[in-house]
Nanobody
Framework: QVQLVESGGELVQPGGSLRLSCAASGITLSHVATTWFRQVPGKDREVDREGIACISSNNGDPYYTDLMKGRVAISRDNTKNTVFLEMNNLQPNDTATYYC???????????????WGQGTQVTVSS
């Protein structure tokens, strides 16, 4: 079956950086679009997840919302079947659970995603 496993989340100080990973099995990430979302504390519905970045299938074109644009970069390693999200200059309001999800193409609509990972917690605090 399809599994997406996020990792890399941790406690980081303001201004710090993290690289999140989304490792897949049962699906080839270069054949689908992979999107990173985040869900802040207190907003528990799937519809509350906010899109951050997406990498398209095949060509691997990156797309970003305004949420963290300029501070994040999405990439993919096809040999590892893994998508990454590099995040810089993290601030306390970036504290959230970060998820990856797949779909045929890039959209920011959580309900359209076929598969989700379990999420990885990012906490930004001094």
């Amino acid at each position: 079956q399809v599994q997406l496993v996020e990792s890399g989340g941790e406690l980081v100080q303001p201004g710090g950086s993290l690289r999140l990973s989304c490792a897949a099995s049962g699906i080839t990430l270069s054949h689908v679009a992979t999107t990173w979302f985040r869900q802040v504390p207190g907003k528990d519905r799937e519809v509350d997840r906010e899109g951050i970045a997406c990498i398209s299938s095949n060509n691997g074109d990156p797309y970003y919302t305004d949420l963290m644009k300029g501070r994040v970069a999405i990439s993919r390693d096809n040999t590892k079947n893994t998508v990454f999200l590099e995040m810089n200059n993290l601030q306390p309001n970036d504290t959230a659970t970060y998820y990856c999800a797949t779909e045929s193409w890039c959209t920011w609509i959580p309900s359209r995603k076929s598969y989700w990972g379990q999420g990885t917690q990012v906490t930004v605090s001094s």
